[in-house]
């Protein structure tokens, strides 16, 4: 027991020391970095949506959201050498969207701090922690709020259509991704940075 209180101890002064090596500045420097080179894939992906819709229709753009979407956000990612991902707390595809413990727990903060007046497309969160091999990472959270064009697959009762529940209950079967309304916290896009 002592044995085990003693490698937490030290697993949490080394965590400790790891964030302490970065200064305030040099936090908001990686946030910075981060939010210039990482979100312009969001706006990227509602172009895709945007366009299919107009198009084809709210159903035909489910494959821009759960494919394209992925896509954009990999090559982002061997662009970068990071891991960047969408992720919420009512997922619509739990394979791909899943929060981990750190980002759940920001989600949560999101949304009280929006309760609270702040204006979720600015809520972020950065963070210099230890990853699982205990190196340190920079992690990034960018809320991503509910625009008016999201509520045709997200929103409230008839908001979404019933060809389009039909053709989302078909390619999600586990999606609790419904019942938003405009300005609510719909996820966040995330990124985990080696360091």
């Given amino acids: 027991m002592k044995q085990t209180l003693t490698a937490l101890g030290l697993m949490l002064v080394t965590a400790a020391a790891g964030a302490a090596d970065f ?5 908001e420097g990686l946030k910075l970095d981060t939010r210039q080179k990482a ?9 895709m949506a945007t366009a299919e819709v107009q198009q084809r229709g709210a159903a035909q ?3 821009v959201c759960k494919e394209k979407a992925p896509q954009a956000l990999q090559r982002k990612a061997e662009e970068t050498g990071w891991r960047l ?3 919420s ?3 619509r595809n739990p394979e ?21 007046g702040e204006k979720p497309e600015a809520l972020e ?7 699982s091999q205990g190196k340190p990472e920079f992690r990034y959270l960018r809320a991503i709020p509910v625009g008016p064009f999201c509520v045709q697959c997200h929103g409230v009762g008839d908001q979404v259509s019933q060809d389009l529940r039909a053709s989302l209950a078909r390619d999600y079967p586990q999606d609790q991704a419904l019942g938003y309304s405009v300005g609510q916290i719909r996820g966040a896009l995330s990124v985990r940075r080696p360091l």
């Fill in 85 to 87: 991902s969408r992720v």
């Fill in 39 to 47: 979100m312009p894939v969001l706006p990227q992906v509602v172009g």
């Fill in 23 to 27: 200064t305030a500045q040099d936090l």
């Fill in 125 to 131: 969160v950065g963070e210099v922690v230890r990853d």
């Fill in 89 to 91: 707390l009512k997922t």
């Fill in 61 to 63: 753009a489910i494959p």
């Fill in 96 to 116: 791909r969207g899943r929060p981990d413990a750190w980002e759940a727990r920001h989600l949560a903060e999101f949304n009280i701090r929006a309760a609270r």
